[in-house]
């Protein structure tokens, strides 16, 4: 839903770097920075025991890694298009 009220927003700033989106119950944050690394959600989430729920990307592990009060949980639907690639990549023989 944010990314269709501020397409514009999001456009323009994937120039400038990639789009954090930080949400819970109650607010939503976004944060613009030209990094992906893990000290992005790092300052953002400080002092936080959140659950983290990510694509597969690097950073998030050596996050979690180097604050064990974060728990990862990888997104599902990152995780169905690597078996999707890999259905592509394996044809059935029945």
């Not at 953002?44 to 694509?55: E, T």
């Not at 690639?85 to 394996?90: F, H, I």
Request: charged share 25%; hydrophobic share 40%.
């Amino acid at each position: 839903m944010l990314r269709k009220r501020f397409g514009h927003f999001f456009r323009r700033a994937a120039r400038n770097g990639w789009a954090w989106t930080f949400s819970n119950y109650d607010s939503e944050h976004i944060c613009i920075d030209p990094s992906r690394g893990h000290q992005v959600p790092l300052q953002v989430l400080d002092g936080s025991n959140a659950l983290l729920v990510v694509d597969a990307h690097g950073a998030y592990k050596k996050l979690v890694r180097l604050h064990p009060d974060l728990t990862l949980a990888l997104c599902c639907s990152h995780a169905r298009r690597k078996f999707t690639e890999a259905e592509a990549a394996y044809p059935s023989k029945f």
